[in-house]
């Protein structure tokens, strides 16, 4: 059974940075066949995709909101993918959870994924 965990949440200030990580345990699916996503959600908003990685080609896509701003990366191996976040907004602060969707193909909608983390919380304010 695929697990996800995530890590590297905290309080920080605007215009700070902070590294999530998301940890793949128990895969079994063909190795190049998988999409790993950032969701993020804050009380009373919805879900949205923050950013996206498919393993068969590596190229990342991100919400408007945080492009030049985070980066989602893999390890070499694709155990754990990370998420840089810089330049922190208060609008960026959420629950930030990652999700796995097995197959050929990438998403940015939350209801496609089947695997997801607990959440980390990120919490931007001065």
């Known amino acids: 059974q695929t697990r996800l965990a995530e890590s590297g949440g905290g309080s920080v200030q605007p215009e700070g940075s902070l590294r999530l990580s998301c940890v793949v345990s128990g895969y079994r699916y063909p190795f190049d066949r998988h999409c790993i996503a950032w969701f993020r959600q804050d009380l009373g908003k919805e879900r949205e995709v923050v950013a996206a990685?498919?393993?068969?080609?590596?190229?990342?896509s991100y919400t408007d909101s945080v492009k030049g701003r985070f980066t989602i990366s893999p390890d070499e191996a694709w155990r754990t993918v990370y998420l840089q976040m810089n330049s922190l907004k208060v609008e960026d602060t959420a629950i930030y959870y990652c999700a796995l969707l097995y197959g050929s193909m990438c998403s940015l909608s939350g209801s496609d994924f089947p695997v997801w983390g607990q959440g980390t919380q990120v919490t931007v304010s001065s």
């Open positions: 990685i498919y393993r068969g080609t590596g190229t990342p």
